[in-house]
């Protein structure tokens, strides 16, 4: 004889994903907070003398992993609508911070389209490659791009990491349901 599993009563009735169900599943998904740092030559027209000083760009992302241990590969995804692609499309480095907790500013900061990033956080410094490096972090590569993958409205940037900086333990700052939080360790 044959039995039939049925589907225990706490299971949820699947339904087709549209944009708002899946934007409200992945509010529940929490994840660590990073800011992404970048500089590329800006362009000037040939007839201003060609290539003009570093533009920087940096803003906050929860889609930073882990690709590869060998060789060594991360990644993040940024849309392509967003103020920082343009320096993001042609950065040869960038550095990914993690943010510890209590650094909620920074990622304010980082997160708010419109404004001069870099003024409103003033903790931060050129590295190498001209790259901006913020302090307070709890720890950040320093990554050579590798490839950017297009991916419907974003672009996955793969990036081999050249140097870290440990900046100390400590709790990450968590993003989850929309808001910062942080992760408990136990005791």
Do not use: K
Not at 13 to 40: C, I, K, M, Y
Not at 52 to 59: E, H, K, T
Not at 120 to 139: E, Q
Request: hydrophobic share 45%; glycine share 10%; charged share 15%.
């Amino acid at each position: 004889m044959t039995t039939v599993e049925r589907p225990s009563a706490d299971i949820a009735e699947l339904r087709p994903v549209n944009g708002d169900l899946f934007r409200a599943l992945l509010r529940r998904q929490a994840s660590s907070v990073t800011v992404v740092t970048a500089v590329a030559r800006a362009t000037d027209p040939a007839c201003l003398g060609g290539i003009a000083a570093p533009v920087r760009a940096g803003f906050t992302a929860t889609s930073f992993t882990s690709v590869s241990l060998d060789p060594p590969l991360v990644s993040f995804c940024l849309g392509t609508g967003s103020s920082s692609w343009p320096v993001l499309a042609r950065a040869e480095h960038v550095a990914v911070h993690l943010l510890a907790a209590g650094q909620q500013d920074a990622a304010a900061v980082f997160a708010t389209s419109g404004i001069d990033r870099f003024a409103a956080y003033p903790d931060w410094t050129s590295g190498p490659f001209g790259v901006p490096l913020l302090g307070g972090v709890l720890a950040r590569l320093l990554c050579r791009v590798v490839h950017r993958v297009p991916a419907g409205d974003h672009t996955l940037v793969i990036a081999e990491p050249l140097a870290l900086g440990d900046g100390g333990d400590g709790p990450p700052l968590v993003h989850h349901r929309g808001g910062y939080t942080t992760a408990v360790s136990p005791t």
